[in-house]
């Protein structure tokens, strides 16, 4: 695939490391933020190193042999044990005629199965694309179809059955040409094994062994301890990371092998994580920490900054299968002590909120990494108190491998900022309809971003790719906000979500945040209700905490908020509802389902009659 002239530019950029200078009618100033009020302890201009995910796990190999990896229901496995199983699985997947630029799907919940094939199949300078094993069939086909997913990695267990189910078929008809299917009971310890093949025999999908299309997990063990070497460059495309992006259509975003481990760098260099730094116990050491993860490895957030993180800095990583079970999330809190939690909000709310929270102690937590979604004010307070530890907030997308912002662990405070640019990560606000035009400082626009972690572009996109980078190499996200004199990141909202109220722009983010501000409030969701084709008012979804007391009515709630917000932004509707506001497989707020509802309503009422003339 050829590659645009503005990402060469870009590569050319991310190799000199150079600051650029931004120059307009309005403003000139760097880009970088500001030397004087960066992260203390981090450097802006920290070198990145050009490897590849495959050095990255050689290098965390070496350093931690004997130290434990993976914790996963009981099973332990070491780092050594770790790379063995890694080797076998890639010698078998080689045999299977897995090789250079071979896509393989990986369609499961967490499980130590998913770093096993992915770091096997990049061994062999295959291609990942990630599924949601909550996918249909119909989304199932059609990724498979875009991506040219030819080997797919799934779990034997029938509630993520769509894949298996379909596979037959897709091997028929040529969308497919391998399915690989991974045992549960392998990956538990002795005793749990023999309890799940006894006790979960109906829940299991059985694969038929005699097509020569469909082998399990146990099967590329027979071939060797070692994968013939295959020469990877970090410029190779290591995962299709498939996303709505800014257009709402799904796009794979190819990201690089550098871009991720360039990410993983730049995390660590935020968070202290170098073994130069292993004396402070305020940061991230080296080989010291435990990480609990939850949040899927099919999203970028649950890839970078929980496995592969966890990994690049020789910590245990504890692996949890199901992000929405807020009891043993905080079982596993509680009985193996993590120090390090990378977590959406919703799971932090979910938390705070648990009515057994009193009897688990979490101090063992010293830091946890938030994005996915805007953090409200009160659950980052809420979730302090119980921990005693900070929750930092950080900012990014698919096409960022994901972060580009972080709140550093000893900077200033900026509770409604999603923290500064990571090292080497530069950003800039432009007009949205003219993004040649930059806007200087405190102007809020449309959040560009240029760094080593931003994607290569999408697949077999160019013209989307285009359109999403401007012509001096920066990523166009579609998020509105602005940056302070600090260099500290304010989002707004997406640029897509903004609603035109009368000609005036209506940023939902910004009434949900100043819905939050009422005490009673568990979580709302504000869009915008159409009347026609046309929005043309607000409307605001919301559940209240389970012991609140005060419920405002719709002419109290405009009341609370009319000094908050403009007249056009105040909801003219209110919904109050009593069960869980819809969620993404992530735990983010699903606005666009609730729209989705609102316009089947509207869909289903009989036209109003005709007014006399």
């Not at 059609?142 to 509630?159: C, H, N, P, R």
């Not at 060797?224 to 495309?237: E, F, R």
């Not at 309503?601 to 005709?610: G, I």
């Amino acid at each position: 695939m050829q590659i645009p002239y503005r990402l060469a530019l870009k590569e050319r950029i991310e190799q000199t490391g150079i600051v650029m200078t931004e120059k307009n009618s309005r403003t000139t100033r760097s880009i970088a933020p500001p030397s004087e009020h960066y992260a203390p302890g981090a450097q802006w201009d920290a070198a990145i190193p050009r490897i590849t995910l495959v050095d990255a796990l050689n290098q965390a190999l070496h350093r931690y042999t004997n130290r434990p990896f993976i914790n996963f229901m009981g099973k332990h496995i070491t780092y050594r044990e770790f790379g063995q199983m890694v080797d076998r699985t890639a010698a078998g997947l080689q045999q299977q005629g897995v090789g250079k630029c071979t896509r393989v799907g990986l369609y499961m919940p967490n499980t130590p199965f998913y770093p096993v094939m992915m770091f096997a199949a990049l061994k062999l300078g295959a291609t990942i694309v990630n599924f949601s094993p909550l996918y249909t069939a119909d989304e199932l086909r059609k990724q498979i179809a875009d991506s040219g997913t030819e080997v797919m990695v799934a779990l034997d267990l029938k509630q993520y059955g769509d894949a298996k189910n379909s596979a037959p078929d897709l091997i028929k008809d040529g969308s497919l040409k391998k399915l690989i299917v991974c045992p549960m009971a392998d990956m538990l310890p002795t005793f749990k094994s023999i309890l799940f093949r006894f006790f979960k025999r109906k829940d299991v999908f059985s694969p038929d062994r005699s097509s020569p299309a469909i082998r399990t997990f146990s099967d590329l063990g027979l071939y060797g301890i070692k994968p013939y070497p295959v020469n990877i460059h970090p410029n190779d495309i290591a995962l299709l990371q498939y996303t709505g992006g800014t257009t709402g259509t799904p796009k794979g975003a190819m990201l690089s092998h550098f871009n991720i481990a360039a990410n993983v760098k730049q995390i660590e260099e935020m968070f202290g994580a170098r073994p130069d730094r292993d004396h402070d116990p305020a940061l991230i050491q080296m080989g010291r920490e435990k990480f609990l993860v939850s949040i899927p490895f099919f999203h970028i957030f649950g890839l970078t900054v929980g496995l592969i993180n966890a990994m690049a800095t020789g910590s245990e990583l504890i692996i949890l299968p199901n992000p929405r079970d807020m009891t043993a999330t905080l079982e596993a809190i509680h009985k193996h002590r993590p120090t390090v939690f990378p977590a959406v909000p919703r799971m932090l709310q979910g938390i705070v909120a648990h009515k057994d929270l009193e009897y688990y102690n979490l101090k063992s937590i010293r830091a946890v990494i938030s994005g996915g979604a805007a953090l409200p004010p009160d659950v980052k307070a809420a979730f302090e108190k119980a921990t005693g530890c900070g929750v930092y907030q950080g900012y990014g997308l698919s096409e960022t491998s994901p972060v580009a912002t972080s709140h550093p662990p000893c900077g200033e405070d900026h509770p409604a900022s999603v923290g500064q640019p990571l090292p080497r990560t530069e950003i800039k606000i432009v007009d949205p309809e003219n993004p040649d035009i930059s806007l200087p400082t405190g102007t809020t626009g449309e959040i560009c971003i240029r760094g080593p972690q931003v994607m290569r572009g999408y697949w077999n996109k160019p013209d989307e790719t285009r359109k999403t980078m401007t012509r001096d190499g920066f990523f166009r996200t579609g998020d509105i906000g602005h940056i302070d004199d600090h260099g500290y990141v304010f989002i707004t909202d997406r640029l897509k979500r903004m609603l035109a109220i009368n000609g005036f722009k209506v940023y939902p983010n910004m009434v949900e945040q100043a819905l939050y501000t009422h005490p009673s409030v568990a979580e709302c969701v504000v869009i915008g209700v159409n009347k026609g084709t046309v929005k043309e008012s607000v409307k605001a979804f919301i559940r209240y905490k389970d012991d609140a007391t005060d419920k405002p009515t719709a002419e109290q709630w405009r009341t609370f908020l009319a000094d908050k917000l403009h007249a056009m932004e105040i909801p003219r509707y209110f919904e109050t509802r009593t069960e869980e506001l819809p969620k993404t497989v992530v735990g983010k707020p699903d606005w666009k389902k609730l729209e989705d509802e609102e316009a089947q309503k509207v869909q289903a009422q009989p036209p109003s009659p005709s007014s006399p003339s």
